[in-house]
């Protein structure tokens, strides 16, 4: 049955590339091949930067541009290029408009290199794009409208550049197949749409160190498959929505300095799936909930509430957390057994770690801390 149906899928898959093919043979009379090799030229030329030679030797018209670095052709001999990858070879320049008539073009990253300059509105002519990451450069201004009619995109990395501007409040609507949306590390700003019920495929959306404010939409709580959400470094105002309690795939949600005044919604302690949760440094308030491990959340390993003003104390039930590696209430005025949880704040505010690469090394941290646990949990549990 299985093999069957794997069958008819290759099958279906090879028809719709010979059509591709076919498509792209018989549309007119537009010598498409040569379009994909203009653009690529146009591309090199606007290089001005290009510390190992590798545009300079390699992308040579003398041999077909299927074989040069970085790009990759489907349809052999009708030479449409379908993926760009000029990541991490240390390159400067602007992206011309031409690539925009790259039509066969799904996959574009060239993510870690100098790139600088607004990205054209012809970027989003890319009807096929499914996978844009322009992560690590220096690309400023607003993302042009068009992007946003893409409808085919999946995934779009923007961080660490300095994009601005605002979010369009149709973004989910016209991009309905975003399974990742991470733009955090630039400087944008305004409020963050509120309609995300259309984003139905969303698993991550990156938001964090940015100069977004407002409302924290409960439209968010539509997100189903969220797995990773950030949104911390930001200037919100109001409340943590309790709708974030349905985020029912939610593994890190980390919100801190946010500017958040509410009280922390025991909702969110009814993920099953939560791992990670960093709300330090905000003025959330008020007692945790008691049951913040109940027999429902096997997973909860990262608690961060540090700096905040809760109140109340520490409940006795944080011993039923099990799985938990790094907890940090410090500066708040909770109290309870505080000295045995000072020897892990510790630990855990120099894990806290602001920086992307820092971040990325905390699994290992957190491995470290699992002594820590034991020690708190059998001593002062
Ligand atoms: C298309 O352009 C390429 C490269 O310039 C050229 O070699 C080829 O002959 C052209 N094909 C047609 C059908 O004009
Ligand atoms: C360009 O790079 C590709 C991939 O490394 C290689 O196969 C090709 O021979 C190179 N072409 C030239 C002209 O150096
Ligand atoms: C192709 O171009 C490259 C770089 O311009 C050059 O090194 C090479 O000799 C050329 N090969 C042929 C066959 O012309
Ligand atoms: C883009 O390239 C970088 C560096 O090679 C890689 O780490 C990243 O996963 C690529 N992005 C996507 C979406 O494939
Ligand atoms: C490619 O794009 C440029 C700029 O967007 C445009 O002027 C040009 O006519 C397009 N077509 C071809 C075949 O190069
Ligand atoms: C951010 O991008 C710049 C290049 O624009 C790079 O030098 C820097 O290492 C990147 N930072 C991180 C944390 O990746
Ligand atoms: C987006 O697409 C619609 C219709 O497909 C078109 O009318 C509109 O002008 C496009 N917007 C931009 C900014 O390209
Ligand atoms: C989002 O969820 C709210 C309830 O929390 C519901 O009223 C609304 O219709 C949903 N929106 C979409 C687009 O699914
Ligand atoms: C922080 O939140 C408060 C109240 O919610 C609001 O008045 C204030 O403007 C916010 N601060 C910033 C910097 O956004
Ligand atoms: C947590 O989940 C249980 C069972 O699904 C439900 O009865 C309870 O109301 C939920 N609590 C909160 C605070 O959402
Ligand atoms: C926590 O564990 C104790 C046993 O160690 C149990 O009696 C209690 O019901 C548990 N509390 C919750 C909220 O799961």
């Known amino acids: 049955m299985e093999k069957a149906a794997t069958t008819a899928f290759l099958s279906f898959a090879l028809v719709l590339m010979v059509m591709q093919c076919f498509i792209a043979l018989g549309g007119g009379t537009a010598n498409y091949s040569s379009s994909d090799e203009s653009a690529l030229l146009a591309l090199k030329s606007h290089i001005t930067y290009d510390p190992n030679h590798i545009l300079a030797t390699n ?3 003398n041999t077909s ?14 030479d ?3 993926s760009l990858d000029l990541s991490h070879m240390d390159l400067k320049g602007i992206v011309p408009p031409q690539i925009g008539n790259l039509s066969f073009l799904t996959y574009f990253n060239i ?4 790139f600088n300059g607004h990205l054209p509105a012809e970027l989003g002519q890319l009807r096929r794009l499914k996978v844009f990451d322009l992560h690590s450069n220096d690309f400023s201004g607003e993302i042009p409208s068009s992007i946003f009619n ?14 601005s501007g605002s979010l369009p409040d149709y973004l989910c609507s016209h991009l309905p197949k975003l399974t990742l949306l991470w733009l955090s590390y630039n400087e944008f700003s ?12 969303l698993q991550h959306l990156s938001l964090e160190v940015n100069k977004f404010t407002g409302l924290i939409p409960r439209g968010i709580g539509n997100l189903t498959l969220l ?11 109001g409340e943590l929505p309790p709708e974030m309690g349905n985020l029912r795939s939610l593994e890190t949600l980390s919100l801190y300095s946010a500017n958040l005044t509410s009280s922390i919604p025991s909702s969110l302690f009814n993920i099953s799936s939560i791992k990670e949760l960093y709300l330090y440094e905000n003025q959330l308030f008020g007692s945790l909930p008691m049951d913040i491990c109940s027999s429902d959340v096997h997973g909860l390993e990262v608690l961060a509430l540090y700096g905040n003003q809760l109140t109340g104390s520490i409940p006795q039930y944080v011993s039923n957390c099990t799985s938990l590696e790094k907890l940090d209430l410090n500066s708040n005025t909770l109290s309870g057994k505080v000295q045995c949880v000072s020897a892990i704040l510790e630990l855990a505010l120099r894990c806290s770690a602001d920086s992307l690469e820092e971040r990325m090394n905390m699994r290992d941290v957190l491995a ?5 646990k034991i020690l708190y949990l059998t001593n002062c549990g």
């Open 59 to 61: 992308w040579s018209t």
């Open 65 to 78: 541009f299927c074989n040069w670095l970085g790009v990759y052709c489907r349809c052999r001999g009708r």
């Open 80 to 82: 449409r290029v379908t």
């Open 111 to 114: 993510s870690h290199n100098h």
């Open 150 to 163: 893409s409808s085919s995109i999946q995934q779009i990395n923007f961080v660490n550049n300095s994009l």
């Open 190 to 201: 305004g409020d963050i749409p509120s309609n995300w019920g259309e984003c139905r495929e």
């Open 227 to 237: 797995k990773r959400l950030y949104l911390g470094s930001n200037n919100f105002q």
């Open 368 to 372: 470290a801390l699992k002594k820590i």
